[in-house]
């Protein structure tokens, strides 16, 4: 008997093994995980910086704009983007001091007489730290953990698994300190160029740290002989300096709730800077709790392990796999807007008006490098928002000439929801200053680059390749910026023109690029030799499946002028590397707004700021001084007709000038499922998680609905499989029978 139900067993094994499949579930989740308030996604690149000194990608910033509190915000409704208070108790008034330190009123608080301006920002008493062991004390006020061994810190992957913690309140001095720790040499925090030009004492605060971890080092390396290594002594056991050493006026506290921030001249965006995570407060405790050598062996830093007093703190962190944050229980009050822009209470966007922030629990983050396996999960309902790539917008979205985009029909069946947003951010293609073909303000090079310009038609190269999810630039300021012009009277006219049949700017004929070819000196594309003019496009473009259609675009387009170009790709740290020296010709750029002001993309070709001479963001290295002149002038006036006027002055300039081709501002597609609510894009930051909220019992009906086992399939193919086994099942039972 038992050859018998072998053999049986065997005939039927491939059906037994169909219907195992059908039945289990595609759900990537454990049990009951999507019934909970649970936000689901994926991230394609992992984060290595979770500093808020240095961090500065936006993969990052979702992040830790949610774990670190800077006094301001912005109202996540309201547009024009509009400034509020987070830990802050309001808003302050700048104060503006003439030479001998007396107060100037307003109306005479010219630029001449302010000497210096100061805020002074008073800090809610409601506001605490999330539970950390960075807080955990002894009786007698020591770090709890400060004499742990290895073997105390191996059992557990994150500190939010230790299991002793603490917390305490937020204190003016936190943010006093990270507002130094700017300065710290080792952290090359990407703005300190930017902010060390107003705030008062910054450069010399720096060198005074360079002197400390110079002598601070010669001092080990004393102590540790001619076998000394300072990168491994480093690691082992961090360096920790005394950031409040140095004398620092730009930086004061006050009192345990106030502090006050000087500069040496009118400068108004220093409250948008204020908004964002550089300006956040970090705790002393942090600092010393992972400089503990056992800390620090097991890979526990800032840069992994953030602490905050955000809606969320990260709860689990393995960048390769999955990100999590969770709820933080000692978030201090919150509250959702009660009050937005036009039609946000039509859109439902104000539902919860007054309600306790945040709505969600959890946010669960899975890598997902491809954007194909991604989109799958969204449409089976097990990711709560996605993007729509080129490779699946005609899937997602019906577009039809001469209205707005529309869902498909397919995704408006699943109850989906289209959101579009003219991102506040520009691509562009610079030209460096530096190079003796393409750089330079003589009139025929600028001539050569508004002839460059025109005959890359980033109009076609947006249907080409973006599916027209974009529109194309007139100069560096964005739509949704102050200062950006729409219409024909933002037209560059050296290179564009206004098409009023079509709404839209569009290039200038290609006969007037080839014009311009002839006044530049390169008639026909060739030099004074005869040869073609051959330009290079530097890039680190590494895998991108795109970059080559991408370069043959460009180089079709610079074909119809006589120009050649050639590429020349190296690595992303070459790259860079080239781009520091000059080394470069022609590379692509794009910049994302940091705040809601011009000044935040006028001084990426500001002379002062250039990359090569002052190792500055103008990685052109562009340098006019009519242009540098109005931007001295336009960067610390607040907003109004005066300051406009000098706004396009110096976009006159800088789009005859042409140090780069205005390539397109990107517009944003994005679907969101129905129990995904309270979305609104924002441009100018990432806290916004906590307003959002899940209904997570129509997210599990929904995903039940739509990830169904196909039975009917099942069951003919079972069918199918019966017919071919039976046969061969009946001749082996009769042998065996008759062999018995």
């Known amino acids: 008997m038992q050859l018998k139900a072998t053999g049986i067993l065997h005939a039927a094994l491939p059906a037994l093994v169909l219907l195992i499949t059908a039945s289990c579930s595609n759900n990537p989740y454990r049990p009951g995980e999507t019934a909970e308030s649970t936000y689901f996604s994926t991230f394609a690149t992992p984060p290595t910086k979770l500093d808020p000194t240095s961090a500065y990608y936006s993969h990052e910033g979702a992040i830790i704009d949610q774990i670190y509190e800077p006094p301001f915000t912005y109202h996540y409704l309201k547009r024009p983007y509009e400034l509020i208070p987070l830990t802050a108790t309001a808003i302050p008034p700048p104060v503006y001091l003439d030479a001998d330190g007396a107060v100037l009123p307003e109306t005479d608080a010219t630029t001449e007489r302010v000497k210096r301006v100061q805020y002074t920002i008073n800090l809610r008493p409601d506001i605490r730290y999330q539970e950390h062991p960075c807080f955990a004390l002894t009786p007698t006020g020591d770090s709890l953990y400060a004499d742990a061994a ?46 060390a030009r107003y705030i008062e004492g910054m450069t010399e605060l720096q060198e005074a740290y360079t002197t400390m971890l110079a002598e601070a080092r010669d001092a080990r390396r004393d102590a540790g002989g001619l076998t000394y290594n300072q990168e491994q002594d480093e690691k082992a056991n961090p360096l920790v300096i005394d950031y409040m050493a140095p004398d620092f006026p730009g930086c004061v506290v006050l009192d345990d709730l106030t502090y006050r921030i000087t500069l040496t001249t009118k400068y108004p965006q220093i409250l948008y800077w204020m908004c964002m995570h550089f300006f956040g407060p970090v705790p002393q405790e942090a600092i010393d709790f992972y400089a503990i050598p056992a800390v620090a062996a097991a890979q526990f830093s800032l840069n992994r392990c953030p602490v905050g007093t955000g809606p969320y703190f990260l709860d689990t962190f393995r960048p390769n796999e999955l990100i999590v944050l969770s709820q933080n229980p000692n978030y201090h009050p919150d509250f959702y807007p009660t009050d937005g822009a036009p039609g946000d209470e039509a859109a439902g966007l104000l539902a919860d008006a007054g309600q306790r922030l945040p709505f969600i629990k959890q946010q669960v983050y899975r890598m997902e490098k491809e954007a194909i396996p991604s989109w799958n999960k969204f449409l089976q309902g097990y990711v709560d928002a996605s993007g729509i790539a080129s490779d699946v917008f005609d899937q997602a979205i019906e577009m039809a000439a001469g209205s707005d985009p ?62 027209g999810r974009g529109l194309a630039a007139q100069g560096p300021i964005p739509p949704g910026i102050y200062g950006y012009r729409a219409g024909e009277t933002g037209t ?75 590429e020349r790709g190296t690595d992303l740290s070459r790259f860079r590397s080239k781009r520091n020296s000059g080394e470069w010709q022609i590379s692509s750029s794009g910049w994302l707004a940091d705040y809601p002001d011009p000044e935040n993309f006028f001084f990426l070709f500001y002379g002062p700021n250039g990359k090569v001479d002052h190792g500055g963001p103008n990685t052109c290295n562009y340098a006019s001084q009519e242009f540098d002149d109005l931007f001295q002038k336009l960067e610390t006036m607040v907003n109004g007709p005066e300051r406009m006027a000098l706004i396009d002055q110096a976009m006159r300039v800088i789009q005859r000038d042409a140090p780069a081709v205005w390539q397109f501002y990107p517009v944003s597609f994005s679907l969101v499922h129905q129990w995904y609510g309270n979305v609104k894009p924002h441009q100018m930051t ?55």
């Not at 810190?153 to 943010?175: E, K, V, W």
């Not at 003019?533 to 370069?551: I, Y």
């Open 150 to 195: 290895a073997s105390d810190i191996a059992p557990y992957d994150s500190p939010s698994r230790f299991p002793t913690q603490s917390s305490r309140p937020l204190m003016a001095r936190d943010y006093a300190l990270q507002i130094r720790r700017l300065a710290d040499p080792r952290l090359a925090s990407p703005i300190f160029s930017t902010i």
């Open 406 to 467: 529309t869902l498909s029909p397919a995704m408006d069946a699943k109850g989906m929801r289209l959101l579009t947003d003219i991102r506040t951010m520009l691509w562009w293609t610079a030209f460096n200053f530096k190079d003796d073909v393409v750089g330079g303000l003589a009139p025929e090079r600028c001539k050569l680059r508004q002839a460059i310009t025109i005959a890359l038609d980033y109009n076609e190269y947006l249907d080409v390749f973006a599916n």
């Open 686 to 740: 990432y806290n916004v998680m906590r307003y959002r909220r899940v209904a997570p019992a129509t997210r599990v009906e929904l995903q039940a609905a739509w990830n169904q086992p196909r039975w009917k399939v099942v069951a003919v193919a079972l069918l199918v499989l019966v017919g071919i086994c039976l046969p061969g099942s009946i001749r082996v039972y009769r042998r065996e029978r008759s062999g018995a």
């Open 492 to 566: 560059n006219p050296y290179t564009d023109t206004w098409d009023s049949r079509r709404a839209k700017h569009v290039r200038l004929p290609i006969e007037k690029a080839k014009q311009l070819m002839v006044e530049a000196g390169y008639p026909e594309g060739r030099t004074a030799d005869g040869q073609p003019l051959t330009l290079h496009l530097d890039h680190a473009a590494g895998l991108d499946p795109q970059f080559r259609a991408r370069l043959q675009w460009m180089q079709r387009g610079l074909d119809r002028i006589g120009i050649r170009l050639k």
